[in-house]
């Protein structure tokens, strides 16, 4: 009995350790003993136990297994991968096996003449290094083909082989026959009976090829291009009155053989309405008759869509500067086919008055905000004027510190308040110039200076120059503040000595001057100067002096007050706007006696597109009083980049015995340009000059002694100017209409400075 006890106290013992030791077992089988990858080549093992949740020493989960692998798919590098577990003495050892999806290697392009391998690369985008998918080679060739279409190569075929190297790199090879280029022969149109085929290929960018498409890429098909042109077409339809026009889909017809394009476009034109009744709901912030003045189109014209929509921007402008910046104004027309009539209804929604928040200057780095907002016709908390805003960013552009002015608006913390934002980036306003050119007239030019247009930051103009040629030696020193204590007050000093040689005679002037000047409005300035000068004349051949022409020193103290009006948009490069400007000068306060007068007038206009117009002219006159002459050192000489182009100072006007100059004491100038802003630093001109000067002298035969229309001298020719780090440059080249016995047939011009 006590054997079959110990027996079965034995077996229960030995049962109880098996179950022990099979648990124990069965623990440790499940312990994560270590994590390995396998397959990759290009992703780190660092990457992948980024992303791997599963960790050593911590039991097996097939659900985070799962997510493992689920989280390393969303990487977008692999295209297969697969998890396995290996037994080792401290548990089990968690496999990743991983197919790397190829990367980009080298993209080799074959055959590529007419365009350059840089365009074809940023145009498709592969970059070594990217994960490669099959699809990127298909959008590769419809790019690259897309690229040469635009260039007007339609037959180009391109062929791609992907090749995989050992480090799983996708070499791709793009071999591309270009083919021959295809122009556009012809465009072709159906059903226009109102207007010619001429006409309305004015209104498309799309044109035929012409003998200057080598020059002008014109000619080539372009397929967004042409879908505009139908929307073109469509609305100068629309703005002739024929509002049911229908600009149907475009034919296009490629001739592989002859390798040209012909385009066919069919027009349903339909007939033409005109405007019905205008009616309006208008208030009595702006009457009736005023709002339907700003339409500017009435009951029987032609119904013009463009002339709505100005209208419509003209009204809610109106509004905006009384105050309603969110007016909404909505055109509601009606049509009536059978009268074929447009009844136009102008429907107003005001809304609230809104009044200016907080205005903030962001981007000036070195001007103060003072010098910015001194500049401002709006101030916080008063009624908002969008007239005020727009000539506000016009005065700040004009200071001509900053290359780039934007003003944008935003709603306030209040719903009637709007908040200004001016976002200003500064250009260099100070220099350190030295430099050298030619003249034809000075010989070789030496120029230097210090120049600050915004001295600290406080919108003040600091200069020392000089200028040294082999006729002229200038020291010149100018103090200016704009606006002395943030008024409208101007004030500035200046120092000079110069040498000149007129030829005829030298002069050495040495003074100084004060100026004054005021805003009488928005565009109004009077200003006054007084100045003060010793001149000493010398070199006055005893063969050619006269009562005005003799050696010796005179005083100058004059006094000389002068009235601008500036309504130009932009001061350095003006495309609208005007500038008169009338200056007297009145000498006798001590030394010589004279008086003069002048008229400077500039008018811009924009004519088609980007170019611009402008005309400019002068007339001047002076003369001596108290039986005195006019001194031949305050005569007028006309030649040059800033009067009469083409043309010298030894050209121009009475001359002595041996053809030196000797000025005029009238003069009149025109000029005549058309100007075509490349970019905002860079613009093209050609121009027409015509101008004289008249007075005594010994030799008067390309002039006369007092104002003649009929004796001036004229110029064609061209040039560009440019904005440069010294300031504003201008070369120009003029040719003589007239030219004289003995004088060259055109002048070549340099120009610092800001043009007429």
Request: charged letters at 25%.
């Amino acid at each position: 009995m006590v054997k079959k006890s110990k027996f079965f106290l034995f077996l229960l013992v030995l049962l109880f350790w098996s179950v022990i030791a099979a648990h124990a077992f069965a623990q440790n089988e499940s312990i994560v003993s270590s994590i390995k990858i396998e397959g990759n080549k290009r992703v780190d093992n660092s990457t992948f136990l980024y992303y791997i949740k599963s960790r050593a020493g911590e039991p097996l989960s097939r659900t985070q297994i799962s997510k493992d692998i689920e989280q390393l798919y969303s990487l977008g590098q692999f295209k297969d991968i697969r998890v396995e577990t290996r037994e080792r003495l401290n548990g089990l050892e968690l496999v990743f096996f991983v197919e790397e999806i190829p990367s980009i290697g080298d993209v080799i392009l074959y055959g590529t003449h007419e365009v350059s391998e840089e365009d074809i690369r940023e145009k498709i985008g592969l970059r070594r290094g990217t994960t490669f998918q099959e699809y990127m080679i298909k959008e590769a060739k419809e790019k690259v083909k897309l690229l040469y279409q635009e260039k007007g190569f339609f037959f180009v075929e391109i062929d791609t082989v992907s090749k995989k190297s050992a480090e799983n790199l996708m070499n791709i090879h793009m071999r591309i026959s270009e083919g021959k280029k295809v122009g556009i022969k012809e465009i072709r149109f159906s059903g226009n009976k109102i207007f010619s085929a001429g006409d309305l290929k004015d209104q498309m960018e799309t044109n035929a090829e012409s003998w200057i498409s080598f020059i002008d890429e014109s000619g080539i098909y372009k397929k967004d291009i042409l879908r505009l042109d139908m929307f073109r077409l469509e609305g100068y339809y629309q703005d002739n009155g024929y509002i049911r026009v229908r600009i149907l889909e475009p034919k296009i017809n490629i001739n592989k053989k002859n390798k040209e394009i012909s385009i066919f476009i069919s027009i349903e034109e339909g007939a033409r309405y005109r405007i019905g009744k205008i009616s309006t709901d208008a208030n009595e912030i702006i009457s009736e008759d005023e709002i339907l003045k700003s339409i500017q189109i009435k009951s029987k014209d032609i119904y013009s869509m463009s002339k709505v929509r100005a209208g419509v921007l003209k009204i809610a402008e109106l509004y905006s500067e009384r105050g309603y910046a969110y007016a909404d104004v909505n055109p509601v027309v009606k049509v009536n086919d059978k009268t074929r009539t447009v009844d136009l209804s102008i429907e107003i929604d005001n809304g609230r008055k809104v009044y200016v928040g907080e205005i903030s200057v962001i981007g000036n780095t070195r001007t103060i905000d003072r010098v910015i907002r001194r500049e401002f016709r709006l101030i916080e908390g008063e009624l908002f004027d969008s007239v005020k805003l727009k000539r506000s960013k016009q005065r700040i552009n004009n200071l001509q510190f900053f290359q780039d002015v934007k003003i944008d608006t935003r709603r306030g913390k209040e719903s009637d308040l709007i908040d200004i934002i001016t976002t200003v980036t500064e250009r260099p306003t100070g220099s350190i110039n030295v430099g050298a050119g030619f003249s034809s007239n000075e010989n070789l030019i030496f120029n230097a200076g210090i120049s600050q247009n915004n001295f600290l930051g406080r919108g003040q103009r600091v200069v020392f120059s000089t200028n040294l040629s082999s006729r002229r030696t200038d020291f010149n020193l100018s103090l200016t503040d704009p606006r002395i204590f943030d008024t409208e007050i101007l004030g500035g000093i200046d120092a000079f000595n110069r040498k000149t040689d007129f030829y005829s005679y030298q002069s050495h002037n040495t003074g100084g001057g004060l100026r004054f000047g005021k805003s009488l409005s928005e565009f109004d300035w009077i200003g006054i100067n007084y100045r003060y000068e010793d001149v000493e004349i010398t070199d006055v051949s005893s063969t050619t002096g006269s009562a005005y022409l003799k050696n010796g020193s005179r005083v100058t103290s004059r006094i000389s007050p002068t009235f601008i009006n500036d309504t130009r948009d932009d001061f350095l490069n003006p495309s609208s706007g005007s500038r008169h400007v009338v200056r007297f000068g009145l000498a006798g306060l001590g030394g010589a006696k004279f008086h003069k007068m002048n008229y400077e007038g500039s008018y811009y206009r924009p004519l088609v597109g980007k170019l611009v117009g402008m005309v400019h002219g002068t007339i001047s006159w002076a003369d001596g009083y108290g039986d005195e002459s006019l001194p031949i050192f305050e005569r007028y000489y006309m030649g040059g980049p800033r009067s009469l182009r083409g043309y010298t100072i030894k050209n121009i006007g009475p001359k002595d015995d041996i053809g030196n100059p000797l000025g005029g004491n009238q003069s009149i100038l025109l000029n005549l340009e058309l100007q075509y802003p490349f970019t905002k630093g860079l613009r093209g001109f050609a121009f027409y000059d015509r101008g004289n000067l008249y007075g005594g002298g010994n030799d008067v035969s390309t002039t006369s002694t007092t104002w003649d229309l009929g004796k001036m001298r004229d110029s064609i020719g061209a040039g560009v100017r440019f904005m440069s780090p010294m300031g504003p440059l201008g070369f120009a080249y003029g040719i003589k209409l007239d030219q004289a016995t003995g004088e060259q047939s055109g002048e070549f011009h340099f120009s610092a400075g800001n043009s007429f």
